[in-house]
């Protein structure tokens, strides 16, 4: 399947050039998954929902602060490499091309309208996300994008005092809030309204209940029930609706399983690969493979690397987060680190990673073992 029926001719554009404060205008006026933002006519990137979350961020800036690059796609590439190209461009849209012009875009909402029936061949708990970050509903407001930011993350499940599903937090969220006070507020100095913002509890700003899916049921009918509610993402919690919060199911997470092939070598998956400088893919997957070669008994069938960068340098070098994760027939495997530049990030995370393999029961080490990648969605 190819994308020249799912790609759209119906687009929102703006110029680089254009005030920020617009941008968020319309965010809230067209609700769109992004913004094409043109320079003298040519495509220079996209603005989407993750770089409005900048409280430092005045309205008069240019869109051209905040546009990150998408990757060009053309219009009759293959679903299942444009399904990658989103995830590992960290985006939700991208320009399409014909013969060399642009004719409009692609988003993550049309692939997965236009895959939806295929979603059968998969359950939540392949693919769901497991090591999910919370927040508490009485922390500030401050306290929960801060924690968005550094995990480069776009909702946060809220959590009572009982460590019971409480809500949701979501950049959406945090958008319509800012985007809603300023019509209130006027265009007077807002840095005293936006501290006290900061301050505001969660539990004020969540979206409460949360829609919810538990880990038997299908993908198909949790992407339909996102679909269905315009939202990006479910939290998954037990069957029995304790409360008890297991992890997020994300419109991205799925995207990334629809790149899912059978192979005889490990397939990596890496988001922000502009982030890697002299870290290669080719030294990624040899780095990984290593690891789940030592260890009989693991069969890896999916590996996403993905980097994060902060504000923070040392003699102009970026501190980078990245985190690894493996779905193996043990589960989901994780590990995490920083470091400044990404190789050093992904070395101090591969490391983490293997301690973690370490203490996980059933895994001995066995030099001969070599994981694999299993497919998991096989009608595309």
Do not use: W
């Not at 992004?34 to 961020?57: C, F, P, R, T, W």
């Not at 998408?70 to 849209?93: F, Q, S, W």
């Not at 990404?342 to 490391?351: K, Q």
């Amino acid at each position: 399947m190819d994308i020249a029926d799912i790609a759209t001719p119906d687009y929102v554009e703006v110029k680089a050039t254009e005030r920020l404060g617009k941008v968020r205008s319309l965010f809230e006026r067209e609700n769109p998954k992004g913004i094409i933002v043109m320079d003298d006519g040519e495509y220079a990137g996209v603005v989407g929902e993750k770089q409005l979350i900048n409280s430092h961020v005045e309205d008069n800036t240019k869109a051209a602060a905040l546009m990150k690059p998408a990757p060009k796609i053309d219009r009759h590439e293959n679903v299942r490499e444009v399904a990658r190209m989103l995830v590992e461009g960290d985006t939700k849209i991208a320009p399409v091309y014909e013969n060399g012009d642009l004719y409009g875009i692609v988003t993550q909402d049309a692939i997965l309208e236009a895959v939806l029936e295929n979603l059968d061949a998969l359950a939540v708990d392949q693919i769901y996300t497991d090591d999910v970050i919370t927040i508490g509903e009485r922390d500030h407001l401050g306290q929960a994008i801060h924690s968005l930011r550094e995990n480069g993350i776009s909702r946060l499940p809220v959590v009572n005092g009982d460590n019971r599903l409480a809500g949701v937090l979501t950049t959406y969220d945090l958008v319509e809030f800012m985007v809603r006070d300023e019509g209130r507020q006027g265009k007077q100095d807002r840095r005293g309204d936006i501290d006290r913002m900061l301050d505001l509890p969660v539990y004020d700003l969540m979206t409460s209940p949360a829609l919810t899916a538990t880990p038997e049921e299908s993908v198909r009918d949790a992407v339909a029930r996102m679909l269905e509610n315009d939202i990006a993402g479910l939290i998954i919690t037990p069957a029995d609706d304790d409360g008890e919060v297991l992890g997020v199911l994300t419109k991205t997470d799925v995207l990334r399983a629809l790149t899912y092939t059978e192979q005889e070598r490990m397939d990596v998956q890496v988001t922000n690969i502009d982030l890697l400088e002299t870290l290669t893919r080719e030294n990624i997957i040899n780095a990984i493979t290593e690891v789940a070669d030592k260890y009989q008994r693991m069969n890896v069938m999916h590996a996403h690397v993905r980097f994060h960068e902060h504000k923070e340098k040392l003699r102009g070098t970026p501190l980078i987060q990245c985190q690894i994760r493996l779905r193996t027939s043990h589960g989901q495997l994780a590990g995490s680190g920083e470091g400044y530049g990404a190789e050093h990030a992904f070395h101090v995370a591969l490391d983490k990673l293997e301690r973690n393999v370490l203490e996980q029961k059933g895994f001995e080490a066995d030099e001969r073992y070599r994981g694999q990648l299993l497919r998991k969605l096989n009608e595309l």
